[in-house]
């Protein structure tokens, strides 16, 4: 057997890691460099619903994340990426859907950024959050005491203002059905009377974790980081606006802002082109945009 290819497989594909929780463990992956001396780490936060570590859904699988992961080991740094509780591997961690808040999300990254920070490999701890992950990341960073943060394709305005500009390109008896539903919510009033066509966005058994999302906002908790900042956004994103790359950068006149031309929502290069786009979120043999891992690299390793 051929005993240095294994070593290569192994580091490749990663160490299993896991945070205990009061619910259950919540499983990662851990990739670092050659062993020998101390390096920064990426904790790496996916987005929001099934999303796993690897930026994959059941319904599509584009590897985003870890090759976010694979890129940083490449360069000598190291990284953890999780399955959330409820999520993949994580589901057991979960309890309820009732019981489910955002803040249970943000304890958990608050919670690996300390067990990294206690790592005597590591010199750095870094929160890069993507999506949904962006906001779970800052206020994160500032819990844990991260030493830096990168927002990718992060928002930076609250959730229900984002599903109201959402809903804003639905037919009329679903926005006429949705909004009042939405204005309860964003006031912390949970609503009995639900139209069984909404029930995948506003079923009673997610307004709890709807309320606890609703009530953080992106500019203000971005404004009470004190660490590096990094804000990334890609020209060809469908879900995430470049206006809310700019709402964060306002917030925070301190960080740095890459805008990733051709660059869409699962970090993958396309065009205008809806169903060229939409392609790609399938697609895990397509590599990550060209220009978007540089300019993260250089903020991972020029933190001092």
Do not use: C
């Not at 987005?47 to 080991?73: C, E, F």
């Not at 959402?166 to 939405?182: H, N």
């Not at 966005?201 to 971005?222: G, M, N």
């Not at 790609?280 to 933190?303: D, E, R, W």
């Amino acid at each position: 057997m051929n005993l240095t290819v294994v070593a290569q497989t192994a580091t490749t594909s990663g160490e299993a890691i896991e945070l205990a929780t009061e619910k259950g463990a919540i499983k990662g992956t851990l990739l670092t460099p050659a062993p020998g001396k101390q390096v920064p780490v990426v904790l790496i936060i996916s987005g929001s619903g099934p999303t796993d570590r690897d930026g994959n859904n059941p319904a599509m699988k584009n590897n985003s994340l870890k090759m976010v992961a694979q890129a940083l080991q490449a360069q000598g740094i190291a990284s953890v990426r999780f399955d959330k509780r409820g999520i993949a591997e994580s589901k057991d961690a979960a309890g309820s859907e009732f019981d489910m808040r955002f803040d249970h999300f943000v304890q958990d990254a608050a919670a690996w950024v300390q067990k990294l920070k206690n790592d005597k490999r590591f010199n750095k701890v870094v929160v890069l959050g993507h999506s949904e992950g962006s906001l779970i990341g800052m206020i994160a960073a500032r819990q844990g005491q991260a030493d830096g943060f990168i927002s990718v394709a992060g928002v930076g305005q609250t959730a229900d203002k984002v599903i109201r500009e959402q809903l804003q390109a639905q037919p009329p008896m679903v926005k006429d059905a949705a909004l009042p539903i939405l204005d309860q919510l964003a006031q912390g009033k949970a609503v009995t009377e639900v139209n069984p066509m909404l029930a995948a966005l506003f079923r009673p058994s997610i307004q709890p974790y709807l309320i606890s999302w609703f009530k953080y906002d992106p500019q203000a908790e971005l404004r009470k980081l004190t660490v590096p900042v990094l804000l990334v956004q890609g020209t060809q994103d469908l879900q995430v606006s470049r206006n809310e790359v700019q709402l964060l950068a306002a917030a925070s006149p301190k960080s740095k802002m890459v805008e990733v031309e051709n660059m869409n929502h699962v970090l993958k290069e396309t065009t205008a082109d809806r169903n060229a786009n939409f392609s790609t979120y399938s697609n895990p043999t397509l590599p990550l945009a060209a220009p978007l891992m540089p300019p993260v690299v250089a903020f991972v390793k020029t933190l001092k």
